[in-house]
């Protein structure tokens, strides 16, 4: 079992940066991929971003392309996620998931196995 814990969310004006971190536990993620989800106020969760399990392919979604980055740190057994030029539609409890080792980044949360609780990111106007 790998048990994932988020940090790093909280309030920030629009433009602003935040890097959330997720912190894994159990086991070590260096056999898993990797991923960042996002749930906005009356909206379902959707992808943000992704890694696979060797660092070397990452992909992102279309909405925050050029603004989020995904990174890994296998000996520290935590994922990042850099977010800037951060947007009110940003807003969201972002989480942490962890799937099987693959070569591509999966987009589906049907392939993750492992979530975190969730930080919250509220960007004001």
């Known amino acids: 079992q790998v048990q994932l814990a988020e940090s790093g969310g909280g309030l920030v004006q629009a433009g602003g940066s935040l890097r959330l971190s997720c912190a894994a536990s159990?086991?070590?993620?260096?056999?898993?991929?990797m991923a960042w989800f996002r749930q906005g106020p009356g909206k379902e969760r959707e992808f943000v971003g992704g890694?696979?399990?060797?660092?070397?392919?990452?992909y992102n979604a279309d909405s925050v392309k050029g603004r989020f980055t995904i990174s890994r740190d296998n000996a520290k057994n935590t994922v990042y996620l850099q977010m800037n030029s951060l947007k009110p539609e940003d807003t969201a409890v972002y989480y942490c998931?962890?799937?099987?080792?693959?070569?591509?980044?999966?987009?589906?949360?049907?392939?993750?196995?492992?979530w975190g609780q969730g930080t919250q990111v509220t960007v004001s106007s």
């Open positions: 159990g086991r070590t993620i260096s056999g898993y991929n």
């Open positions: 890694i696979n399990w060797s660092g070397d392919r990452r």
């Open positions: 998931a962890g799937g099987p080792a693959r070569f591509s980044v999966s987009v589906s949360g049907k392939d993750y196995d492992y």
